[in-house]
């Protein structure tokens, strides 16, 4: 026999797709030809292929072989091909029935010593195998915990290329997957450990429970930061279906822990103002990876020091925090990767960021305009609210009163208006206030009495708010009722959601 095939997946951004990996044994000129499109990873493989076969103590065919992935149509990137192209080659020889893999998905990179190594993205590859119908997958002994947690799929592991050829030969076992470990949340910083700033803690538990983007603009020390890092321990634990998002997110990326299960706690993402648009949106050669947005799905991408992260950089974000995805064109194809975040924003009022505030600031009006208007105007239109916090006082941080409300407290009734809000919507398919569609909620039976929105229309009417910010103000209306166990707004929530994205009183 000179023709052989065998299963693999291939990734294109987070969407994975079943490759045919076919091996052709000629006679001729020796030679190996990788054809569909592959990468130059892949193109090296021909060298990695033959070394691990002759150091597993193999026949290598002194043949032209073609080695053929389909659909050709589809880029092949990666070196997670290897174990299917070497498989596939020993089957063409006729030395290897590969009867005992037929219909099995075969995955993981080589090494020259004939070991599987551990590769990027298998989470994401196993969920496409077992979406195309594919019961059982072979994967590197370090991702089995990985692929463990898809459900549908027996997990077989290899830690090397010998173990699999024995396997396939009759005379040996495939290793099993290691036990789950509990799915458990960890617990992450106390909101009770911040001092004061109770306007910023309603904020912040505002925009939990709606989903909504948050901007924090006060002196340093004021507790920005630890209000952002609190956050996530206020949102919900992610359910099967958003932790698989995530996990996969984070394994095609490279940082999904070792032998951990589904990641439940939403993640937190906090870039260095340094970052750029590639490493915050996505991007590379070939093919683009998740940045910090997508890796932030389902959870918090925190910008400390907005201002001074370049204007492009910034920008960038526009289009993902719309539509809660970002889609990315190269020579290559295009990349789609998930973006559904709460973006958080933490900013000095200017340069000199004294804590006293403008008491004893020092920048010129010009200056701090400047320094403001780094955070451009579409950008902060779409950050539902926006709120200045004060420099702590004596007295807020040596206070001997009771202490302040713990995560734990405020995370529950963050669940119960989640839970009030996905009821609502559930007939449209929203979870959260902060995707609902302006139209949505200006006509009925959502609508509004003209009574309780008149402040907002006014604002409307004289430029004080855009179209934008006016349907974004009533989703942030719905969150406080919802917060307060109501089933609709009422004026007084509509002034607490426009003094909360306008600062106004």
């Not at 150091?55 to 032209?64: C, I, K, L, V």
């Not at 994967?139 to 947690?149: G, I």
């Not at 991408?301 to 950089?313: I, M, N, Q, S, T």
Request: net charge positive; charged share 20%.
């Amino acid at each position: 026999m000179s023709y052989a095939k065998v299963l693999c997946v291939g990734l294109v951004g987070v969407t994975g797709h079943l490759v045919e990996v076919e091996a052709d044994l000629a006679a001729g000129l020796p030679a190996v030809i990788i054809s569909g499109l592959p990468d130059t990873t892949l193109h090296e493989a021909r060298d990695r292929v033959r070394a691990a076969i002759v150091n597993s103590g193999q026949h290598w065919p002194n043949r032209r072989i073609t080695v053929n992935l389909l659909p050709a149509t589809l880029p092949k990137i990666g070196s997670g091909f290897d174990l299917a192209v070497a498989t596939a080659l020993l089957g063409g020889t006729g030395e290897l029935p590969l009867a005992p893999v037929d219909g099995v998905a075969l995955l993981g990179e080589l090494g020259l010593d004939g070991t599987v190594r551990p590769v990027r993205g298998l989470l994401p590859m196993v969920v496409a195998a077992a979406r195309a119908g594919v019961t059982q997958v072979v994967v590197p002994a370090a991702n089995a915990a990985e692929a463990a947690v898809v459900p549908g799929v027996r997990v077989k592991a290899v830690d090397t290329l010998h173990r699999l050829i024995a396997f396939i030969r009759g005379a040996g076992e495939l290793l099993d997957p290691p036990p789950p470990k509990p799915g458990t949340v960890q617990a992450g910083p106390d909101l009770a450990d911040v001092a004061g700033q109770a306007f910023g803690k309603r904020a912040l538990e505002i925009a939990a429970a709606g989903g909504h983007h948050l901007a924090l603009i006060g002196p340093p020390g004021a507790g920005k930061t630890m209000l952002a890092e609190r956050l996530p321990g206020l949102l919900p634990p992610l359910d099967d279906a958003a932790a698989l998002e995530v996990s996969a997110l984070h394994s095609i990326a490279g940082v999904l822990p070792p032998g951990s299960a589904l990641l439940r706690r939403p993640p937190f993402q906090a870039p260095h103002h340094s970052a750029t648009v590639a490493s915050l949106v996505g991007g590379g050669s070939g093919l683009a990876r998740p940045g910090a947005v997508s890796l932030a799905h389902h959870g918090v991408l925190f910008l400390d020091e907005a201002p001074e992260f370049h204007g492009r950089v910034l920008d960038s974000l526009r289009q993902p925090l719309e539509k809660g995805r970002v889609l990315i064109t190269r020579a290559l194809g295009v990349t789609e990767y998930p973006a559904r975040c709460q973006l958080v924003l933490a900013a000095n009022p200017c340069p000199c960021a004294r804590p006293a505030g403008d008491q004893l600031c020092e920048c010129p009006p010009v200056v701090r305009r400047r320094y403001r208007n780094r955070l451009s105007g579409p950008l902060m239109d779409r950050i539902d609210l926006q709120v200045s916090l004060t420099a702590l006082r004596a007295v807020d941080l040596m206070t001997t009163q009771a202490p302040a409300e713990p995560t734990a407290t405020v995370a529950a009734r963050v669940a119960a208006a989640r839970e009030a809000a996905r009821q609502r919507w559930a007939g449209q398919g929203w979870r959260t206030n902060s995707v609902v569609p302006g139209p949505a909620l200006r006509r009925p039976p959502w609508r509004l009495p003209a009574g309780e929105t008149a402040a907002l229309r006014r604002r409307l009417d004289v430029g004080a708010i855009s179209a934008r910010g006016f349907d974004r103000i009533l989703r942030l209306a719905w969150s406080i009722a919802d917060l307060d166990g109501r089933s609709r707004p009422d004026s007084a929530d509509i002034d607490e959601a426009i003094q909360l994205r306008t600062g106004e009183l």
